[in-house]
Structures are given as structure tokens and as C-alpha cells.
């Protein structure tokens, strides 16, 4: 079955304790990107990633950290979690650049403390 | 900062009516467009795509887009209780972000 497959689906943690939630997608798709979701504020993207070793910032990079060292994952890190980043994430992925069809994760609510 | 705007709603409509959503963007350079179904609790789950001026249909669903006037519309028929979520729309701006407006919210009354 495609899939994109997000891990952990809850998380509570507490102010400073580093955390890595992960992604990983068996489509083979070159597009991978992370999204977070605020009430009233909609998706916004964090990081997005073109292909391997090919990452970018989106719209909200400050204190979220990305890599893309092979093809199926693409985790999000936290280095130094604070409470405003509590929020809903998604992981989404694409065929290639041009967004034609996007698949997204479960989403992990995350809750820092 | 660009922006993609939406009414919040909530949107009601009976069963059986056309619902019509509507989204517009600030960035003149936008190319891809997209409009996307949120269930409550849920990831969000593509519906249509439309790439180029006019009306792009599929089923139930109708995606319009003006570039001129920087709008985007989804035209829902026969609109079935199932049918209620949160729509997203979001564009696709030069340099390949994909930027989401924040959703309406749809109810269909049966």
C-alpha cells in the first residue's frame, strides 16, 4: 500500500529535550516536505526537500532541522524543543517538484511542556 | 509575505445544493493551485489540482481559477453530508513553496 508513515502519532515532551519525529514515504517520490498546522493559521510549510541531499527552507525554519540522506525518509528535528512549537505536523510527499499529487502522513501532535 | 486567503466560514448548505469555496492568492508568479479535503482529526487529502485559466471538472467537484484576478474557486454539487470538512486551498509560488490558506469549513445539513 502507498504510504507515508509518521512516527510518533502523539508526543509530549518537555522545554529543551531534543526530539526527532520521523518520515518515510515507499512511493519513491522526490518531493518531501514538512508542514505544520496552527488553529486560524493553516498549513505552513517548514522544510521541504527536492531530492536527496537536497533540502530548503519554507516558511517557518526557526528551530527545525531537516535531512535527506536517502530517498524514502526525511525526519524533522528538534534540537531544543520550546512550547510554541507545540502544534500538528505533516509529513507530505510528491513524485517530483511540480506538486501533482501530495500524500500526507497521519500527523504527530506534538506537546512541549 | 505571500498570502492565500480563505473565508473561515462555516459554510452551510443543504443537501443536494452547490457549495462554492473560495480562495485568493497574492503571488502574480503562482503557476500550480491546488484544493485539498481535511476531515476533523485527519491528514489532508488532495481533490483537485488546476494549472491553467477556466474550469478544470471531476465528478462532483469544479475547480475555476483566474490568474487575472488571483482567484480560486471549488464548486461542490449535489453536496452530500459527507461532503462536510475543512477545504484547503493552496498555490504553488515561484520557488517551489507550497503556500496554504487556512481552510473552510464546510457543513452539509441533511
Known amino acids: 500500500e502507498a504510504q507515508v508513515t509518521q512516527n510518533p502519532r502523539y508526543l509530549i515532551t518537555v522545554t529543551g529535550k531534543k526530539l526527532t519525529v520521523t518520515c518515510s514515504q515507499n512511493?519513491?517520490?522526490?518531493?518531501m516536505s514538512w508542514y505544520r498546522q496552527d488553529p486560524g493559521l493553516g498549513l505552513r510549510q517548514i522544510y521541504y526537500?527536492?531530492?536527496?541531499?537536497?533540502?530548503d527552507k519554507g516558511d517557518v525554519p526557526e528551530g527545525y532541522k531537516v535531512s535527506r540522506k536517502e530517498k524514502r525518509n526525511f525526519p524533522l528535528i528538534l534540537e531544543s524543543p520550546s512550547p510554541n512549537q507545540t502544534s500538528l505536523y505533516f509529513c507530505?510527499?510528491?513524485?517530483?517538484?511540480?506538486?501533482?499529487?501530495?500524500?500526507f502522513g497521519q500527523g504527530t501532535r506534538l506537546t512541549v511542556v | 509575505q505571500k498570502e492565500v486567503e480563505q473565508n473561515s466560514g462555516p459554510l452551510s448548505v443543504p443537501e443536494g445544493a452547490i457549495a462554492s469555496l473560495n480562495c485568493t492568492y497574492s503571488?502574480?508568479?503562482?503557476?500550480?493551485f491546488f484544493w485539498y479535503r481535511q476531515y476533523s482529526g485527519k491528514s489532508p487529502e488532495l481533490i483537485m489540482s488546476i494549472y491553467s485559466n477556466g474550469d478544470k471538472e471531476d465528478g462532483r467537484f469544479t475547480a475555476q481559477l483566474n490568474k487575472a484576478s488571483q482567484y480560486v474557486s471549488l464548486l461542490i454539487r449535489d453536496s452530500q453530508p459527507s461532503d462536510s470538512a475543512t477545504y484547503l486551498c493552496?498555490?504553488?509560488?515561484?520557488?517551489?513553496?507550497?503556500?496554504f490558506g487556512a481552510g473552510t469549513i464546510l457543513r452539509v445539513k441533511s
Open positions: 503571488d502574480r508568479g503562482s503557476q500550480s
Open positions: 493552496a498555490v504553488m509560488e515561484y520557488g517551489n513553496k507550497l503556500v
Open positions: 507530505a510527499s510528491s513524485r517530483e517538484w511540480k506538486v501533482t499529487e501530495a500524500f
Open positions: 526537500s527536492m531530492n536527496v541531499e537536497v533540502t
Open positions: 512511493m519513491n517520490h522526490e518531493y
